[in-house]
């Protein structure tokens, strides 16, 4: 009965036709160097607001999955990547084109996708309902170790400068803390607005940090640009067979598909790393190494497969801990909440329908986007000819109305415009985005779950170092930071070491 | 890190120093109003507490982030001292351009705001649209007419399609 709800949910023709929408924008904005998956589903956030919330849903998740396999789409023909998860395609998504095989290029990094996206989605279908029956368990100290170890995860991985990963991840806490408290209604930072007092609203923040600020960054690049651009390797029509790339690729798409699986779960990874990861095991398990870099095509299989079967493992620490796994899931957490859904443990057995549809939606969309792959591939290809000078007014456009439709108020096109140029700021000197908005978005989450905490041991620190799962939450937080740190300190004095005894 | 960047470092730690003593002796008494009856207040942690640990939080980034720079940027003066580096050279009109451009199509994007918060969506993509592309340095009138047509469709999809109201 449940899983006769469950298709009919997935199988409406509303349904249906909003997968195919989101998965060709998605597709559209992952080809377009410069905006990446993020900016794709921050950009699909007006669009949910007529919606249904299953049907916005699958339109934002259509948009993650497009723009992931989109990225690869540049960094075959132009030899740039898309999206930092496509880095990797590019050592020999690249040459393949260049040697006349760009079609074939394309074909394996479209089956890589499908292939890494359905393994992820059966990965998700497997393990979400468990992991949440066991955080069924998890009391409000436990929650607010959580909601720690995701801002620690985001700001250890988001690379380079911990510093400034921490002064993101303060200054997103901050901005969650505008408006009416959850705890005893204390009124904070609404300056005497009363449009302040449900807080900043998070969709108009992420349309100004990733959309809008877009613009000013892209600006300047597209005046540059037009001085002088390499010019697009030409799409040729693929010679392989599916069988062939099954019959001799296997290996590299199971492995890949795993790797990418299992990272994926771990949060704010993203699909970078399990790529690298991935193309490197198929490197060195290969018969032919020196072949990578050249145009070989299990280096392609294997970025592809690994970066996309993060899409929906990324899912599991949302859906069943209500924790955000990176930016984009961060924006798709803020997609809830707009849709007055509470993801967390709770969600599998209060809307069970609604979660499994989304998961078993995620199938679907892995298929259409094998369709749509194998049928629209060539006219796709042609979009990485289009000038982005023609975007750049139709992201502002898009921007500010998405903004005012939130709650028809141009207050939020205010927020909408403050956030873009803190972002611009931002991205100007390296301060990464993903520990600013994921904090954002737990901010109050993790400061309520921290104040019932400590109403429930009475003022007490102690409660989060004396439950187990909590305090290992915390160690792990404390490690995630630390660790870059330690590692880059011993790293830079053997590097000193070796270079006192050279001389 | 170029020295650019280690200057832009420092002046950034810099104001976010001086902004969390601000935030915490300033902003927070002022712009917190506590209620008579705020219970949480028995344990210790009222409405003011998180937002003072965030503050206090920054505070120690912002010195850190400052201790770690403030070397790096005498390291980088000495260096441009010895190698006796020129102080810039003579900027031509089109760096400049480029350089303002992004303040420019800002302040295009607020007159789109200003003018889609008082006249409506559609008077509003007509003046800012032409003016973003004149700014981007479109050449080709296609672009302006592809521009117009996508704005046309974003209003129809919204208010017929989605059935949200757009001034």
Known sequence: ????????????????????????????????????????????????????????????????????????????????????????????????????????????????????????????????????????????????????????????????????????????????????????????????????????????????MFALSEVFVQSRQIVNISKGNAAPVEYQKSTLTLRHIFKNHWRTLLRSSGIGVVIGTIPSVGGSVPSMIAYDRAKRTSKNPDEYGKGCPDGVLASESANSATSSTTLVPLLTLGIPGDAAVAV????????????GPELFT??????????????????????????????????????????MPCIVMLATVGSFTIANTTFDAMILLGFAVVGYFMKANGFPFPPFIIAMVLGAFLETNLRRSLILSEGSYAIFFTRPISAAFLIISAFSILYPIISTILRKRKEAAAKEAKS | MDSKMINRDLVTYSALWFGSLFLYFWVIPNHVILRAFAWTADIGFDGRTFPQILAVCLFIVATLGLVKTVPLVLKARKAKRESGAETGAAKNTDDLYTQVLPLLVFLACVLFVVLFSTVGFLIAAAVATPIILVLLKANKWYYYVIAYAFAGVLYLVFTQLLRVPIP
């Open chain 1, 1 to 208: 009965m449940e899983l006769a709800s469950i298709f009919g949910t997935i199988f409406t023709l509303q349904n249906l036709f909003i997968m195919n929408v989101g998965l060709f924008a998605g597709i559209l904005i992952g080809v377009l160097p410069g905006l990446n998956v993020v900016f794709a589903v921050a950009i699909m956030l007006p669009f949910t607001f007529g919606m249904e919330s299953i049907t916005g849903m699958y339109l934002m998740l259509a948009s993650y999955i497009g723009a992931i396999y989109g990225g690869a789409i540049p960094s075959i023909l132009l030899n740039t990547p898309g999206n930092p998860a496509n880095v990797m395609t590019v050592f020999d998504g690249s040459p393949m084109a260049r040697g006349g095989r760009a079609g074939d290029a394309l074909k394996l990094s479209l089956v890589g996708s499908v292939v890494g996206g359905l393994i992820s989605s059966a990965a998700l279908l497997a393990f979400a309902p468990m992991l949440a029956s066991v955080a069924l368990a998890f009391g409000s100290p436990e929650f607010f170790a959580l909601s720690i170890f995701g801002m620690c995860a985001a700001i250890g991985l988001a690379g380079g400068n911990i510093l400034k990963g921490l002064v993101m991840a303060i200054f997103g806490l901050l901005v969650s803390t505008v408006g009416m408290d959850a705890i005893d209604g204390t009124q904070r930072f609404m300056f005497g607005s009363p449009h302040l007092l449900s807080g900043v609203r998070t969709v108009a923040v992420m349309l100004g």
């Open chain 1, 332 to 343: 798709l957490l803020g997609a809830f909440a707009m849709q007055n859904i509470i993801p």
């Open chain 1, 350 to 391: 209060r809307d069970g329908i609604w979660v499994f549809s989304l998961m078993g939606g995620l199938f679907v969309l892995n298929i259409f986007l094998f369709l749509q792959g194998t049928f629209f591939i060539k006219a796709i290809a042609n979009v990485t000819r289009v000038p982005q000078v023609i975007l």
